[in-house]
């Protein structure tokens, strides 16, 4: 008798583990958010490049993303301007190429990955084919020096190539550099991994709700609202992916305009 009851109150028990086990399952996979879109290279398509400055890549500092000093912001030298037609309105900040010199007797073969910082902006006065390598619709590259000489010798001065899309690697996450007033944000955003660029972005001080922020020109986004003595939080979403991250808590309530700030979180 006692071995009977012993036996059903084990298959009892076993019942109840493994219907709660069953619903609990059924409720998180009822719950279970889709993984997010990371970035994936696109086809190799045609272009040209020509490079600017010299072998130290002073002239490439600053430029229209807004990036300031790159070396300081980690992207170094194996940057490049974009066409208006690739440049996007200052969308196209931050996104990363694989470029391979072709058909020339100037190219070496080898791929280098750069990220675009710059805008090469159109030249009207000269014909497209003839100087004029910006002017729409071209897709073109104009490197650094340093980052041309990776895939062609750079008295060619201006070389065919194909290239690429390619998820941008990053150390580390999302970057924002602070800029305005007790009434202006200004946030320059850099580090960005993934796709490497940003659609849209949102701020969040310990006392408001999220702001929306608004495309000011290059990799910065702005906010028109009393944000001082407030904790940060950011809210991103990827251009190109669509993903949304947030990061919290990314500046101290006693933040300053000129302050960089690191974030835990990144784009894939």
């Known amino acids: 008798m006692a071995s009977s009851l012993h036996s059903w109150s084990s298959g ?16 998180a996979g009822y719950s279970r958010a889709p993984a997010p879109t990371a970035f994936r290279p696109s086809l190799w398509s045609q272009a040209h490049a020509t490079f ?5 890549a002073r002239e490439t500092m600053g430029g229209a993303c ?16 974009l066409s208006t037609t690739l440049f996007n309105n200052g969308y196209a900040c931050g996104t990363c190429y694989q470029i391979k ?9 080898v791929i280098a990955t750069v990220t675009a910082t710059n805008i090469c902006p159109p030249n009207w006065s000269k014909d497209s084919n003839k100087g004029g390598w910006c002017n729409p619709p071209r897709v073109h ?9 990776k895939i062609a010798r750079w008295k060619a001065g201006i070389v065919p190539v194909m290239y690429r899309r390619v998820p941008c690697v990053r150390i580390g996450g999302l ?5 305005g007033n007790g009434y202006w944000l200004l946030v320059y955003v850099t580090n960005v991994g993934g796709g490497g660029d940003i659609a849209s972005m949102w701020v969040k001080g310990s006392k408001t709700g999220w702001i929306s922020m608004s495309h000011n020109w290059g990799a910065s986004y702005q906010a028109f609202a009393s944000l001082g003595g407030q ?3 950011f809210k991103i979403t990827s251009y190109t992916t669509k993903q949304t991250v947030i990061a919290l ?3 101290p309530s006693d933040w300053a305009v000129g302050m960089t700030y690191k974030s835990a979180v990144n784009f894939r």
Request: hydrophobic content about 40%; overall charge negative.
């Open 12 to 27: 009892f028990f076993f019942l109840i583990v493994s219907t709660s086990a069953m619903f609990i399952g059924m409720a």
């Open 52 to 56: 600017y400055g010299d072998e130290t």
């Open 66 to 81: 807004g990036y300031g000093n790159l070396f300081q912001t980690g992207y170094g030298t194996d940057t490049a301007a």
């Open 101 to 109: 010199c072709t058909n020339a007797p100037a190219c070496y073969g």
């Open 141 to 149: 590259f104009d490197m650094s020096k340093p980052a041309f000489m």
């Open 175 to 179: 970057r924002f550099r602070f800029q």
């Open 231 to 233: 904790a940060l939080s």
């Open 249 to 251: 808590n990314v500046s």
